[in-house]
């Protein structure tokens, strides 16, 4: 049965960093590209960073650029959000999400509908 796992959440000071992971029960994990989302209480889910297939190409909300690194390692069935410089704004649930390759290679990254799978998320918290 396909099962994501994220953890790495935690209470940090503004500024400080988290590497959060998410590991992944997949068929063939080199198959599905991955994705972290973020929602915060009262508001939307939003997209943060997605990473392809071989991991050669990846894609960051303009929030997440310069700050987040999305990540893989195939070998271990896991994706990475490292994230630095966190600030107040950034605490939110992270989640993180797979789209298989059967559904086509050219997707639009940024929908929650583009993705088959979904993990519990992780709590990241940032004092100020």
């Known amino acids: 049965q396909v099962q994501l796992v994220e953890s790495g959440g935690g209470l940090v000071q503004a500024g400080g960093s988290l590497r959060l992971s998410c590991a992944a029960s997949?068929?063939?994990?080199?198959?599905?590209?991955m994705g972290w989302f973020r929602q915060a209480p009262g508001k939307e889910r939003e997209f943060v960073a997605a990473?392809?297939?071989?991991?050669?190409?990846?894609y960051y909300a303009d929030s997440a650029k310069g700050r987040f690194t999305i990540s893989r390692d195939n070998a271990k069935n896991t994706v990475y959000l490292q994230t630095n410089s966190l600030k107040p704004e950034d605490a939110a649930v992270y989640y993180c999400?797979?789209?298989?390759?059967?559904?086509?290679?050219?997707?639009?990254?940024?929908?929650?509908?583009?993705?088959?799978?979904w993990g519990q998320g992780t709590q990241v918290t940032v004092s100020s």
């Open positions: 999400a797979a789209r298989g390759l059967a559904r086509g290679s050219s997707y639009n990254y940024k929908r929650e509908t583009e993705y088959d799978y």
């Open positions: 990473i392809g297939w071989s991991g050669g190409s990846t």
């Open positions: 997949l068929r063939t994990f080199s198959a599905y590209a």
